[in-house]
């Protein structure tokens, strides 16, 4: 019996967290093939390289797609978008699949399924129907009316796909295979590596064996002109307050240049003692060095998502996750530099760690997604159900 091709497409670091699981399941199950698709800012050195540790991880990658334009500004995006439509159509025209699957919402996940859907390809969709702020919002519900088969990660997810007209055999609520890993990491959260000594990156070496939190924080591509100084605030607070910090760099998103340049400019001019800053880490490591610190500041996903399940304390600044279900974890805070300063007070001072929210998953996500790619009708027909 031929094996179904399932070529999954992966365009930036945070998209293999989300789907590290699946392609394990998807590469070992019986009646599937799994042809693996790197594109996007996942290539390239500046924002953490994560083809590297994609490949250190075992899995053979199908095909490498350039199509980052240098800019990172909105028409940047809008043309990396383009060519991402043009180059992933010819790669999916010599990969032949049986199905394509995209990956949430990051602007350039567009591409895919445009690619795929356009050339008669049954797309797969995965963590569709969620609501945030940002053009994710937008690129996510696209993905979800031109996507065929639709693997959400929650049951209000769920609700909101079967809303926009999907079909309810083809609505599937899997979870989040980024929980499965936070899972396996709850069972020995120890950190037992020296980030520092693991990853380098730059700044201070940062005495954070009594205590740190972790920063990462992205622009807002609606926000786009506001991304220097709403990082600027984040940096003088974390600065001020004194306590070591474990910080990430962006996403390479519209507004992704003013975030970077400030970052750069603060730690050139005022050298911060207690910052210590990355670029990238694999999963599990990330998962670990969150478990041990004392909060997660920023906009990050990750902190609606694994941090939820991890219980982690988590400041979410401004609007990015605007919408998004969340545990009781989280606090919202706005830009303003008192608003962050009271929020990071107030989580690092959680005397125990917040009951772990199981919102998108309980760390199954990957075998659920593998076993209905085996199983469910492959069409890339459909009409709106009501």
């Given at each position: ?293 004392k909060c997660l500041v920023g906009n990050s996903s990750v902190g609606i998502r694994e941090c939820a399940f991890l219980g982690v304390p988590v400041v979410n600044i401004g609007t990015r996750q605007h919408g998004r279900s969340r545990g009781e974890n989280v606090i919202d805070v706005s830009y303003e530099q008192d608003a962050i300063k009271n929020g990071i007070l107030n989580r690092i001072q959680t005397e125990n760690r917040i009951a772990k929210d199981t919102i998108y998953g309980n760390g199954d996500s990957g075998k659920k997604i593998a076993d209905i790619l085996a199983t469910i009708e492959l069409r890339y027909h459909k009409t709106i159900m009501y």
């Amino acid at each position: 019996m031929n094996k179904r091709k399932i070529c999954v497409v992966i365009t930036a670091r945070p998209s293999y967290s989300r789907v590290k699981t699946a392609l394990k399941a998807i590469q070992a199950h019986p009646k599937l093939e799994l042809q693996l698709v790197v594109a996007g800012s996942a290539l390239l050195d500046r924002y953490g390289n994560a083809v590297n540790y994609i490949e250190d991880d075992g899995f053979v990658i199908n095909e490498k797609v350039f199509i980052v334009l240098e800019g990172e500004n909105k028409t940047s995006m809008a043309k990396t978008t383009g060519l991402g439509v043009m180059e992933l159509s010819n790669t999916f025209y010599n990969l032949k699949p049986d199905a394509v699957v995209a990956i949430a919402d990051r602007f350039e996940t567009i591409a895919v399924s445009i690619a795929a859907s356009y050339q008669n390809i049954p797309l797969v969709h995965i963590q569709g129907g969620e609501v945030t702020g940002n053009i994710d919002e937008k690129v996510r519900h696209a993905n979800t009316k031109l996507a065929d088969i639709h693997l959400v990660a929650s049951e209000e997810a769920k609700t909101r796909v079967l809303k926009m007209g999907e079909d309810e055999d083809f609505v599937f609520n899997t979870g989040c295979p980024s929980i499965d890993i936070a899972y396996e990491v709850s069972r020995n959260p120890k950190l037992d590596f020296n980030p520092i000594d693991k990853y380098g990156g730059v700044g201070k070496k940062i005495n954070w064996q009594d205590g740190y939190i972790v920063v990462m924080q992205h622009p807002v591509t609606t926000e786009y002109d506001q991304a220097r100084e709403n990082v600027y605030n984040t940096l003088k607070v974390v600065h001020e307050l004194g306590i070591p910090a474990f910080w990430f760099w962006p996403n390479v998103d519209s507004g992704a240049d003013g975030t970077s340049n400030g970052i750069r400019s603060y730690r050139e001019e005022h050298q911060p003692e207690n910052i210590h800053f990355f670029k990238n880490m694999i999963p599990e490591d990330f998962l670990r060095l969150l478990c041990n610190s004392k909060c997660l500041v920023g906009n990050s996903s990750v902190g609606i998502r694994e941090c939820a399940f991890l219980g982690v304390p988590v400041v979410n600044i401004g609007t990015r996750q605007h919408g998004r279900s969340r545990g009781e974890n989280v606090i919202d805070v706005s830009y303003e530099q008192d608003a962050i300063k009271n929020g990071i007070l107030n989580r690092i001072q959680t005397e125990n760690r917040i009951a772990k929210d199981t919102i998108y998953g309980n760390g199954d996500s990957g075998k659920k997604i593998a076993d209905i790619l085996a199983t469910i009708e492959l069409r890339y027909h459909k009409t709106i159900m009501y």
